[in-house]
């Protein structure tokens, strides 16, 4: 009943939105991980996880630096900003800690919620 309600609301976005809601578990999905695997001493899947943690935090700083600097050349998403100031101040951060895919959050068409329709 409740996807047949999202599915049919036009301005939702629905693979758009569970991109984000699920990309949200990610970091804790690999933390949990290495947590297994060295309290199971598997040496190597130890390894290779804190290599995805790693490099999923990589990922995280670079695409935040690269949305800030984005972000101050588009005048068009810094007029949407002005509108929206709260996402201008958390969501990059929130990108940053969790993962960079909650940026889509701003695109998302969330319910047709106005600040979901950048």
Do not use: R
């Given at each position: 009943?409740?996807?047949?309600y999202?599915?049919?609301k036009?301005?939702?976005?629905?693979?758009?939105?569970?991109?984000?809601?699920?990309?949200?578990?990610?970091?804790?999905?690999?933390?949990?991980?290495?947590?297994?695997?060295?309290s199971?001493?598997?040496?190597?899947?130890?390894?290779?996880?804190?290599?995805?943690l790693?490099?999923?935090?990589t990922?995280?700083?670079?695409f935040?630096?690269?949305?800030?600097?984005?972000m101050?050349?588009?005048?068009v998403?810094?007029?949407?900003l002005?509108?929206?100031?709260?996402?201008n101040?958390?969501?990059?951060?929130?990108?940053?800690?969790?993962n960079?895919?909650?940026?889509?959050?701003?695109?998302s068409?969330?319910?047709?919620?106005e600040?979901?329709l950048?």
């Amino acid at each position: 009943m409740l996807t047949s309600y999202i599915k049919d609301k036009q301005q939702t976005k629905v693979y758009t939105n569970l991109i984000c809601y699920i990309g949200s578990f990610e970091i804790l999905i690999y933390l949990l991980m290495v947590g297994y695997a060295g309290s199971m001493k598997e040496w190597s899947a130890l390894v290779l996880s804190l290599v995805s943690l790693l490099m999923l935090m990589t990922a995280n700083i670079a695409f935040y630096l690269n949305f800030k600097k984005d972000m101050l050349k588009d005048k068009v998403f810094q007029k949407w900003l002005k509108n929206h100031p709260k996402f201008n101040k958390y969501l990059p951060v929130l990108a940053l800690i969790v993962n960079f895919k909650a940026i889509k959050l701003v695109y998302s068409g969330f319910f047709g919620l106005e600040p979901c329709l950048a």
